[in-house]
Nanobody, 122 residues
Framework: QVQLVESGGGLTQPGGSLRLTCAAS????????IGWFRQVPGKEREAVAC????????YYIDSVKGRFFISRHDGDNSGHLEMNSLKAEDSGVYYCVAGGQCSEHWTLYSHWGQGTQVTVSS
């Protein structure tokens, strides 16, 4: 069964850092873009970052630019989201996605993970 599994979420204080990992099984991420979305209760799911395949171009929403860094490691079939200088408003469930092209639309991705909770609180 094709799966994306996120890990690395947790609780941290404002200003802290977390590193999320997205691991794929039963398919290769090599031909897919890798993205991260987040969702908080009562709000729509929000595209946070995405990384292309060959040129490894990256995209970020304005609110995380300079703080979050997305990467991919095709050798071990995974992707990562390094999150620094975290703020309370970064809290939410973070989902890993994979698909044909980077998009802000959740439904255009072909694979989704189950999500990992990130909580930023003092």
């Amino acid at each position: 069964q094709v799966q994306l599994v996120e890990s690395g979420g947790g609780l941290t204080q404002p200003g802290g850092s977390l590193r999320l990992t997205c691991a794929a099984s039963e398919f290769t991420l090599y031909y897919s873009v890798i993205g991260w979305f987040r969702q908080v209760p009562g709000k729509e799911r929000e595209a946070v970052a995405c990384i292309n395949t060959r040129d490894r171009g990256t995209y970020y929403i304005d609110s995380v630019k300079g703080r979050f860094f997305i990467s991919r490691h095709d050798g071990d079939n995974s992707g990562h989201l390094e999150m620094n200088s975290l703020k309370a408003e970064d809290s939410g469930v973070y989902y890993c996605v994979a698909g044909g092209q980077c998009s802000e639309h959740w439904t255009l991705y072909s694979h989704w993970g189950q999500g990992t909770q990130v909580t930023v609180s003092s």
